[in-house]
């Protein structure tokens, strides 16, 4: 079955850095496009970051371009996001998941790894 599992998070002050990862199994890990999509409290969860499936093309949302990178290894079947110049209002659990291509919302997730960026 298809299995994601999240690591990195914690906590960091404002202007730091962290580097989340993805490990993936149960599926063709470069068949698929994933994403990472991120949820505070009280908001809906909105997307991050995905990469096509072959790692040609990423796709940002304006809120962290220039500041998070989105990266894959299709041969250990991970994903990484470096999240670099964290602002408190970068804190939220992040969430990988699985796409059929970088337009296209998840249908698989792991269970989330939560990033706080407080002083």
């Known amino acids: 079955q298809v299995q994601l599992v999240e690591s990195g998070g914690g906590l960091v002050q404002p202007g730091g850095s962290l580097r989340l990862s993805c490990a993936a199994s149960g599926f063709t890990f470069n068949a698929y496009a994933m994403a990472w999509y991120r949820q505070a409290p009280g908001k809906e969860r909105e997307p991050v970051a995905s990469?096509?499936?072959?790692?040609?093309?990423?796709k940002y949302s304006d809120s962290v371009k220039g500041r998070f990178t989105i990266s894959r290894d299709n041969a250990k079947r991970t994903m990484h996001l470096e999240m670099n110049s964290l602002k408190p209002e970068d804190t939220a659990a992040y969430y990988c998941g699985r796409s059929s291509g970088v337009e296209i919302k998840p249908n698989y997730w792991g269970q989330g790894t939560q990033v706080t960026v407080s002083s």
């Open positions: 990469i096509s499936s072959l790692g040609v093309e990423t």
